[in-house]
């Protein structure tokens, strides 16, 4: 199978791999001179996500909360055959990059050690050549 994952060129936080665009939608909402028209759509757009796309449940494989506790965090993807999700995410990236918010579409088949999934994303630690 195959997944796909949109980013942005910035590096996430605490993590060795760029932010996905869900990031580039906050800061966009964040931002004080944005337009009616971009604003009402955006929260359109990320309400749908909302409704329609569970929050994962893990973002790693520790069980352990401990000190010394190694932490991978993963990677959001998409699977391929979420076309609902894949197509409101090509609506976003439309909005993004009018909006000066550069998008890239990553695809891969090894994606890494799967610590969520559902029936349109899985979540991910990547292994050492995953592109991220």
């Given at each position: ?13 605490g993590?060795?791999a ?25 929260e ?41 999700a ?19 579409i ?19 630690e ?7």
């Amino acid at each position: 199978m195959s997944y796909v994952r949109f980013v942005r060129p910035n590096i996430a936080e605490g993590l060795h791999a760029r932010e996905g665009f869900f990031c580039a939608a906050y800061a966009l909402r964040n931002r004080t001179e944005i337009d009616p028209y971009t604003s009402e759509r955006l929260e359109e757009l990320l309400s749908w996500f909302r409704s329609n796309l569970a929050i994962p449940k893990a973002f790693d494989r520790s069980k352990s909360k401990g000190a010394g506790r190694k932490y991978t965090p993963g990677l959001s993807w998409f699977k391929e055959d979420a076309a609902a999700a894949i197509a409101r995410s090509f609506e976003l990236i439309e909005l993004l990059k009018e909006n000066g918010y550069p998008i890239e579409i990553i695809r891969a088949e090894r994606i890494g050690f799967i610590v969520y999934e559902d029936h349109q994303q899985v979540v991910a630690e990547p292994f050492s050549d995953t592109p991220i």
